[in-house]
């Protein structure tokens, strides 16, 4: 479990003790190597309160996180350090984040396929140096190859070239998935056509008993995607009970208009 405490600061640079506090401030970041996250703010509502708060570490980033949720908040994105720019630029608020070294050591050592965003441990990544996950997606690219290879969190996408039996395990794999959108769209089609046979016997044995039983059938339609019989659909039924009558034993779902 990481835990980093968030420290905020709200301070005028007209006072000559919050100019000190300020350059303390800036000094201890830029030994952090902090870079400063600013955006013009924009009324900020919710500000993360002061406090600790532990890291999600299933997600990492170089120089922002997310935390985990707790009773109180449902887990917040914070930055190393971060800034917004108020119109009055005498004021200087936000907050940056002190504790940071286990954290900063684990991203550090946590390695990302550039593609996919899948992490990897520094052993993982040792071992598999290229990702495996993402190598059956059809969106690959061979312009795209390099993304894959693994690199550390913050580090640009390396430009080398992958080896011929990653690519041709890429190959291999979108060939799979390729087959796999087939057979799906295949078997979607083969559902579909055995719904309209399930459809057209139910059609079929409901019209064949109207027809056994002298009802006329100009003025009924059958909806297969509701599965209903609708009487009336050309023009209004004129003796709804009577045919209701009628339909007294007809077993299949039905409406009269
Ligand atoms: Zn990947």
Redesign the pocket.
């Known amino acids: 479990m990481i835990k980093v405490k968030l420290i905020r600061y709200d301070l005028n640079m007209d006072e000559e003790k919050d100019r000190k506090e300020y350059k303390k401030i800036k000094d201890k970041c830029k030994k952090l190597k902090y870079k400063v996250f600013d955006y013009i703010a924009m009324g900020e509502k919710d500000e993360i309160p002061e406090g600790e708060y532990e890291i999600d570490t299933s997600c990492l980033f170089d120089t922002q996180y997310n935390t985990i949720k707790t009773k109180e908040h449902k887990g917040y994105r914070i930055h190393d350090w971060l800034e917004p720019i108020y119109p009055n630029r005498r004021l200087k608020k936000g907050y940056y984040l002190e504790n940071t070294e286990e954290l900063k050591k684990l991203v550090s050592v946590t390695y990302e396929?550039k593609?996919?965003?899948?992490q990897y441990t520094q052993e993982e990544a040792t071992k598999v140096k290229y990702?495996k996950?993402?190598r059956g997606s059809d969106y690959l690219k061979e312009e795209n190859y390099n993304l894959?290879i693994l690199t550390k969190i913050g580090n640009k996408a390396s430009k080398g070239k992958l080896p011929d039996e990653v690519i041709k395990d890429i190959k291999e794999q979108q060939k799979e998935t390729f087959k796999q959108q087939i057979f799906k769209s295949n078997k979607d089609k083969l559902y579909s056509l055995q719904q309209d046979i399930e459809d057209a016997k139910v059609e079929y044995q409901g019209y064949l008993w109207l027809i056994e039983h002298y009802i006329p059938i100009e003025n009924v339609i059958y909806y297969s995607y509701k599965k209903t019989f609708c009487f009336g659909w050309k023009e209004p039924i004129k003796n709804r009970k009577e045919l209701e009558k009628q339909l007294k034993d007809f077993k299949w779902k039905f409406e009269i208009k």
């Open positions: 396929c593609y996919c965003g899948k990702c996950k993402c894959i």
